[in-house]
């Protein structure tokens, strides 16, 4: 390894825009190919997740490549889920008890083009668009690229190649293609899909609901969210069965049957989306998959990132900032083992992989909270006390929400499995009954993690 080594990332989304102005930083040579046109100047949104939750982790990350305030500069605050029934009532609730822990909501592509700008102003970096990945020879660490317009193909020669081309990535298709080592790769799929569609803005381009909130109409078999942007409109998230139940994408294939499903599940948020039929029609309808697989590496050669690595569901609002997490951890093992890549790269997936596990595992639990469990009485009964908790004690207490998006310094894994062990305390304890007759916060703290503790024994006792 050393600083003339020709560095060639796959993929120049969120993760890879992040990892090139880092290694830039560092005084790498980057070669960066992105098979899409340059969203700064051509929008690519086409219907698809054009906001997403920005957190502790990710402003971590930002910090560190310097772009932390910039991008706080496009953020909208949202302090709490807005709950909406089916008869238009609403209740809050709030992500944290403590003062100034919120989620930010924020524009993919405005930020995507922030990290773009900054990488390239750097002199050792250069970005190629309209390029597509084909394959990539892990032996010979030679990528194989088509250029869309010019439809030539051409190979580069890296010294690394970073493969951070999201849950698509042809690096990691290569991977198991080439069958040079033994690789283990699974995808599974939600039965659920969904479709995007937008609240605009009021005449006087303000928002029309709380742009303080994220929004959500729990309805068990499916759900609605929505997440405020900077020009006063939501973009809004339909998350469906394929083929199950009375409504599905399978069986919504008409204007009316669009409107009947919506005026019965969603009307308040059906006067508030005037092109509904068109959206409905004409945004494609997305899948909602989990990838893992290991190794994430190929000898000192090739590396994947980000989703590539490890795509996640988006319930916990934890991709971006679980691939923006990947840089931090993988300036820090440099710093260590700058000089060998293969150590580089051997000791990066054994201090990432497990909390990348189980930040996939706390997406797919949150699926079933967001949809199921929130307006549940003991769920509300149970989160107004972890609110009460975090507020009175906020430097003894905290949530499993709050461990994974407030405290970047608890891994994801450890997280996951306090935070069970907690939700499971408290749960039990309001659902016996227990607390009826305790009125002092510090007993019911202090049983709390007597609870939770004696939890955590028994799991590590059973292997879990």
């Known amino acids: 390894m050393s600083k003339k080594d020709n560095i060639v990332i796959i993929g120049a989304g969120l993760c890879g825009s992040l990892l090139a102005l880092r290694l ?17 100047v051509t929008d690519i949104s086409a219907g698809r997740s054009i906001n997403l939750a920005l957190s502790d982790r ?31 009532n609403t209740f809050v609730s709030n992500y944290s008890g403590r003062e100034g822990e919120y989620i930010n909501s924020i524009s993919r592509g405005d930020l995507n083009g922030i990290l773009l700008n900054e990488a390239e102003a750097h002199e050792n970096v250069s ?33 690394v190649i970073f493969g951070t081309d999201g849950a698509g990535s042809a690096l990691r298709k290569s991977y198991y293609l080439e069958r040079k ?35 959500i109409w729990p309805r068990g078999e499916y759900m609605l969210i929505a997440l405020p942007n900077l020009d006063g409109s939501f973009t809004v998230t339909l998350f469906l069965s394929f083929d199950e139940g009375e409504y599905n994408f399978n069986n919504l294939t008409s204007e009316e049957k669009v409107t009947e499903f919506f005026e019965k599940e969603f009307s308040d948020a059906l006067a508030l989306i005037p092109s509904i039929k068109d959206e409905f029609i004409n ?39 679980a691939s923006f997490e990947d840089v931090t951890v993988f300036d820090r093992i440099l ?19 497990e909390d990348t596990d189980a930040i996939a595992d706390l997406a797919i639990d949150n699926f079933y909270e967001m949809r199921d469990h929130v307006a549940n009485p003991l769920f509300k009964q149970k989160r107004k006390l972890e609110m009460d908790l975090e507020k ?59 609870e939770t503790n004696e939890i955590l024994e028994e799991d590590k006792i059973a292997g879990l």
Request: aromatic residues 12%; negative net charge; charged residues 25%.
């Open 283 to 321: 945004n494609p309808t997305g899948a909602l998959g989990t990838v893992k697989c290991s190794p994430w590496h190929y000898q000192n050669k090739t590396l994947l990132m980000g989703d590539a690595a490890h795509a996640i569901v988006p319930f916990y609002g934890q991709g971006m900032n």
């Open 127 to 159: 970005i190629h668009f309209n390029t597509e990945c084909t394959s990539v020879d892990i032996e010979n660490t030679v990528a194989h690229f088509k250029n869309y317009n010019t439809k030539e193909e051409f190979s580069v020669e890296g010294d």
């Open 392 to 450: 009175t004690f906020p430097t003894e207490y905290f949530s499993k929400y709050s461990m994974v998006t407030f405290n970047e310094e608890i891994p994801y894994a450890e997280a996951m499995k306090k935070g069970r062990a907690q939700d499971k305390a408290l749960l039990n304890m309001v659902a016996h009954h227990d607390l009826d007759v305790i009125t002092d916060l510090n007993e019911v703290l202090k049983k709390v993690q007597e």
């Open 335 to 353: 710093d260590t083992h700058e000089g060998d890549w293969q150590a580089t790269f051997k000791a990066y997936e054994k201090a990432r992989k």
């Open 58 to 88: 990710g402003f971590k990350a930002l910090r560190l490549c310097g772009v932390e305030e910039k991008a706080r500069e496009i953020c909208i605050p949202m302090y709490g889920r807005l709950m909406h029934d089916r008869e238009g």
């Open 181 to 215: 080592f033994l690789f283990s790769y699974s995808q599974n799929f939600l039965t659920h899909g969904y479709k995007e569609l937008e609240i605009p803005a009021d005449k006087s381009g303000k928002h029309q609901i709380s742009k303080d909130h994220l929004h």
């Open 24 to 40: 830039a930083q560092r005084g790498y040579k980057v070669d960066m190919y992105e098979s899409r046109p340059d969203l700064r």
